[in-house]
Protein backbone atom coordinates (compact mmCIF):
# COMPACT_ATOMS: atom_id res chain seq x y z
CA UNK A 1 0.00 0.00 0.00
CA UNK A 2 1.65 3.30 -1.00
CA UNK A 3 1.78 6.14 1.37
CA UNK A 4 -0.95 8.38 -0.71
CA UNK A 5 -3.65 5.71 -0.02
CA UNK A 6 -2.81 5.48 3.67
CA UNK A 7 -3.16 9.82 3.61
CA UNK A 8 -6.45 9.17 1.93
CA UNK A 9 -7.41 6.91 4.52
CA UNK A 10 -6.43 9.06 7.30
CA UNK A 11 -8.39 11.82 5.62
CA UNK A 12 -11.51 9.52 5.37
CA UNK A 13 -11.15 8.58 8.99
CA UNK A 14 -11.04 12.12 10.09
CA UNK A 15 -14.40 13.19 7.90
CA UNK A 16 -16.06 10.20 9.18
CA UNK A 17 -15.02 11.21 13.05
CA UNK A 18 -16.15 14.09 12.72
CA UNK A 19 -20.16 13.03 11.28
CA UNK A 20 -19.98 10.32 14.23
CA UNK A 21 -22.52 11.62 17.01
CA UNK A 22 -22.32 8.40 19.09
CA UNK A 23 -19.21 8.10 21.32
CA UNK A 24 -19.33 3.86 20.39
CA UNK A 25 -19.73 5.38 16.82
CA UNK A 26 -16.69 7.25 17.30
CA UNK A 27 -14.95 4.66 19.14
CA UNK A 28 -15.53 2.44 16.35
CA UNK A 29 -14.34 4.91 13.19
CA UNK A 30 -10.90 5.64 16.04
CA UNK A 31 -10.41 2.16 16.91
CA UNK A 32 -10.83 0.71 13.30
CA UNK A 33 -9.20 3.30 11.13
CA UNK A 34 -5.88 3.90 13.81
CA UNK A 35 -5.63 -0.18 13.41
CA UNK A 36 -5.81 -0.04 9.56
CA UNK A 37 -3.81 2.94 9.25
CA UNK A 38 -1.35 0.98 11.96
CA UNK A 39 -1.14 -2.37 9.89
CA UNK A 40 -0.93 -0.68 6.54
CA UNK A 41 2.13 1.65 7.59
CA UNK A 42 3.60 -1.61 9.40
CA UNK A 43 3.01 -3.71 6.39
CA UNK A 44 5.27 -1.28 4.77
CA UNK A 45 8.34 -0.98 7.75
CA UNK A 46 8.10 -4.70 8.54
CA UNK A 47 6.11 -7.38 6.82
CA UNK A 48 3.14 -9.82 8.39
CA UNK A 49 4.77 -8.79 11.89
CA UNK A 50 5.20 -5.26 11.07
CA UNK A 51 1.47 -5.73 9.88
CA UNK A 52 0.17 -6.88 13.23
CA UNK A 53 1.96 -4.74 15.53
CA UNK A 54 0.93 -1.68 13.37
CA UNK A 55 -2.69 -2.99 14.18
CA UNK A 56 -2.43 -3.20 17.51
CA UNK A 57 -0.88 0.03 18.14
CA UNK A 58 -2.83 2.05 15.56
CA UNK A 59 -6.04 0.47 17.05
CA UNK A 60 -4.96 1.35 20.79
CA UNK A 61 -3.62 4.76 19.49
CA UNK A 62 -7.44 5.37 17.84
CA UNK A 63 -9.38 4.05 20.46
CA UNK A 64 -7.56 6.44 22.76
CA UNK A 65 -7.84 9.74 20.61
CA UNK A 66 -11.73 9.25 19.84
CA UNK A 67 -12.73 7.57 23.53
CA UNK A 68 -13.30 10.08 26.88
CA UNK A 69 -13.94 9.00 30.11
CA UNK A 70 -13.87 6.10 31.94
CA UNK A 71 -13.97 3.76 29.59
CA UNK A 72 -11.51 4.56 27.79
CA UNK A 73 -8.60 2.16 28.91
CA UNK A 74 -11.00 -0.77 27.62
CA UNK A 75 -11.03 0.86 24.65
CA UNK A 76 -7.43 0.95 23.93
CA UNK A 77 -7.46 -2.87 25.05
CA UNK A 78 -10.26 -3.48 23.18
CA UNK A 79 -8.94 -1.65 19.93
CA UNK A 80 -5.55 -3.12 20.24
CA UNK A 81 -6.36 -6.72 20.91
CA UNK A 82 -9.18 -6.65 17.63
CA UNK A 83 -6.73 -4.80 15.33
CA UNK A 84 -4.20 -7.22 15.67
CA UNK A 85 -6.13 -9.87 15.90
CA UNK A 86 -8.05 -8.83 12.82
CA UNK A 87 -4.86 -8.40 10.69
CA UNK A 88 -3.72 -11.90 11.69
CA UNK A 89 -7.17 -13.77 10.14
CA UNK A 90 -7.22 -10.84 7.41
CA UNK A 91 -3.60 -11.82 6.68
CA UNK A 92 -4.91 -15.71 6.55
CA UNK A 93 -7.62 -14.81 4.48
CA UNK A 94 -6.84 -12.19 1.70
CA UNK A 95 -2.78 -11.52 2.47
CA UNK A 96 -1.40 -8.58 2.64
CA UNK A 97 -4.93 -6.28 1.58
CA UNK A 98 -6.98 -8.66 3.94
CA UNK A 99 -4.77 -7.72 7.22
CA UNK A 100 -5.29 -4.10 6.57
CA UNK A 101 -9.01 -4.46 6.29
CA UNK A 102 -8.94 -7.69 9.11
CA UNK A 103 -7.04 -5.06 11.06
CA UNK A 104 -10.16 -2.29 10.40
CA UNK A 105 -12.69 -4.46 11.14
CA UNK A 106 -11.54 -6.01 14.68
CA UNK A 107 -9.80 -2.87 16.00
CA UNK A 108 -13.18 -1.19 15.66
CA UNK A 109 -15.53 -3.98 16.70
CA UNK A 110 -12.75 -4.02 19.83
CA UNK A 111 -12.47 -0.55 20.57
CA UNK A 112 -16.39 -0.18 20.92
CA UNK A 113 -16.90 -4.37 22.72
CA UNK A 114 -13.72 -3.09 25.25
CA UNK A 115 -15.14 0.57 25.80
CA UNK A 116 -18.87 -0.76 26.35
CA UNK A 117 -17.30 -3.38 29.15
CA UNK A 118 -15.21 -0.82 30.98
CA UNK A 119 -18.18 1.36 31.15
CA UNK A 120 -19.21 2.21 34.55
CA UNK A 121 -23.21 1.40 34.57
CA UNK A 122 -25.99 1.45 36.47
CA UNK A 123 -26.35 -1.41 38.78
CA UNK A 124 -28.60 -3.88 37.71
CA UNK A 125 -31.49 -5.67 39.39
CA UNK A 126 -32.48 -9.55 39.52
CA UNK A 127 -35.80 -11.42 39.71
CA UNK A 128 -34.56 -13.61 42.25
CA UNK A 129 -36.28 -13.24 45.65
CA UNK A 130 -34.19 -12.43 48.89
CA UNK A 131 -35.34 -13.07 52.15
CA UNK A 132 -39.03 -14.61 51.41
CA UNK A 133 -40.17 -16.55 54.15
CA UNK A 134 -42.18 -19.54 53.64
CA UNK A 135 -45.02 -21.32 56.36
CA UNK A 136 -44.90 -24.77 56.07
CA UNK A 137 -46.31 -28.03 58.15
CA UNK A 138 -43.95 -29.61 60.58
CA UNK A 139 -45.05 -32.90 61.69
CA UNK A 140 -42.28 -33.82 63.77
CA UNK A 141 -42.97 -30.27 66.30
CA UNK A 142 -47.12 -30.29 65.65
CA UNK A 143 -47.40 -26.83 64.28
CA UNK A 144 -46.81 -24.45 61.66
CA UNK A 145 -43.09 -22.51 61.41
CA UNK A 146 -41.95 -19.95 59.14
CA UNK A 147 -38.39 -20.54 57.33
CA UNK A 148 -37.16 -18.06 55.96
CA UNK A 149 -35.02 -18.59 52.31
CA UNK A 150 -31.88 -16.75 51.04
CA UNK A 151 -30.13 -14.81 53.45
CA UNK A 152 -27.84 -17.61 54.89
CA UNK A 153 -26.25 -18.89 57.93
CA UNK A 154 -28.65 -18.27 61.30
CA UNK A 155 -31.52 -15.95 59.28
CA UNK A 156 -34.60 -17.50 60.15
CA UNK A 157 -33.37 -19.37 63.49
CA UNK A 158 -34.92 -18.23 66.75
CA UNK A 159 -31.69 -17.91 68.93
CA UNK A 160 -32.92 -16.42 72.11
CA UNK A 161 -36.55 -16.31 72.11
CA UNK A 162 -38.10 -18.54 74.73
CA UNK A 163 -41.03 -19.02 73.27
CA UNK A 164 -40.13 -21.18 70.32
Known amino acids: MKISQVLLMLLLGISLNVLADDS????????GLGAAAGAAVGGIVG????????GAVGGGVGAAATTKGDART???IGGAAGG?????VGQKVGG?????VGA???GAGGAVVGKVIAEPGKPTTSSRRVGY?????DDRNGGKHKQKHGKGHAYGHYKHDEDH
Open 133 to 137: EEEYD
Open 24 to 31: NGKTAVGG
Open 104 to 106: GVG
Open 96 to 100: STGGI
Open 47 to 54: GKTGQVVG
Open 74 to 76: GAV
Open 84 to 88: ATGAV
